[in-house]
């Protein structure tokens, strides 16, 4: 099983790089994640992105879609993919430490 070391802490994660255990994010881990997936900064617009996705892990069990994002958390799907390239969902459920979204390839 992969390891990483973040904020001085060392994470399990899984073969594709997401937290095995989404309890062991903090947020002054995200801008290490964001750092190694070529995000050099984390706007007050990421964070937005990042704390939705941990609060819709934390009630429904998974990340939301890239579709669902763009309708709810309040950032439209343009701008997610102008804060996340590569994709978005899968990429800001990485940095906030929560597994792959249902659907992410």
Do not use: N
Request: hydrophobic share 35%.
């Amino acid at each position: 099983m992969p390891t990483a070391s973040y904020s001085h802490k060392t994470v399990s994660l899984t073969d594709d790089g997401f937290f095995e255990d989404p309890a062991q994010w903090t947020e002054d881990m995200a801008p290490e994640i964001a750092k190694t997936a070529g995000i050099d900064e984390l706007t007050e617009q990421h964070w937005q992105v990042i704390r939705f996705m941990r609060a819709k892990y934390d009630t429904d069990g998974t990340g939301p879609s890239v579709r669902a994002l763009g309708k709810t958390s309040g950032v439209t799907v343009k701008e997610l993919y102008q804060l996340f390239p590569k994709g978005p969902a899968k990429l800001a459920a990485k940095i906030a430490g929560i597994p792959k979204p249902r659907g992410c390839i």
